[in-house]
Structures are given as C-alpha cells and as structure tokens.
C-alpha cells in the first residue's frame, strides 16, 4: 500500500509564498516519479509539476505548467522520501487543493496510480 501525506498548505495574500511537501512510503519512493496535482472548486484537475525518479531516462527530468512556470520548484529528497513543491509569487488562481501522486513507474510522463489526500492552499488577493 503506497501512503502519500502531504503538508504546507495554507493562507498567503497574493505575492507571497508557501513550500508544499509529501511524505511518501519509503521502500517505493525511490523509483517512482512523483507529482503534484491541483483542482479548484468547480474546474477540472490540473497537472503543476512532476519530478522523475533517478532511475529514469527522461531527458527532462522535471516537468512544470505553463500557468506556474518560473513560480513554481518542483523537487525531491529520496533520503527523506519526500517531494516538494516550492511556490513563489503566489496569484489568487492558484487557490486550489493540492494533490501529490505517484504512479509505478520512473518518468513523470504517464497515469499516476496512488494519491494523497491533499492540502488545501488559499491566496487572497
């Protein structure tokens, strides 16, 4: 059973910043490409970024949206078994719960099989 606990949500006023983080089952993380998802209240869940496993051939490693691109640090620590999300500059629409994922398999390309619970985060403006 994969477990995913996210952590870091929360309140900012619009430019500020918030470092989301999850927690995964340590015997899988290692080898899976790990993800972080969004869905805000009445829209459609949104892919915000992936990290590769170090284990995989992707020439990019990382992926990040266009609507978060140069905002948004996607990032691991496999010692820690642990993904994070570094977000600056944040906008009103990025109001949303966040998810982290993981699917089994290394590249972040693909369908993700395992979620967590989310955490909410809220940008006033």
């Known amino acids: 059973q994969v477990r995913l606990v996210e952590s870091g949500g929360g309140s900012v006023q619009a430019g500020g910043s918030l470092k989301l983080s999850c927690t995964a089952s340590?015997?899988?993380?290692?080898?899976?490409?790990m993800g972080w998802f969004r869905q805000a209240p009445g829209k459609e869940r949104e892919f915000v970024a992936a990290?590769?496993?170090?284990?995989?051939?992707?020439?990019?490693?990382?992926y990040v949206a266009a609507s978060v691109k140069g905002r948004c640090t996607i990032f691991r620590d496999n010692a820690k078994a642990t993904v994070y999300l570094q977000m600056n500059r944040l906008k009103p629409e990025d109001t949303a719960v966040y998810l982290c994922?993981?699917?089994?398999?290394?590249?972040?390309?693909?369908?993700?099989?395992?979620w967590g619970q989310g955490t909410q985060v809220t940008v006033s403006a």
């Open positions: 340590r015997r899988t993380f290692s080898v899976n490409a």
């Open positions: 994922a993981t699917r089994d398999g290394c590249s972040w390309r693909g369908i993700y099989d395992y």
């Open positions: 990290v590769s496993s170090p284990d995989s051939s992707d020439d990019a490693r990382t």
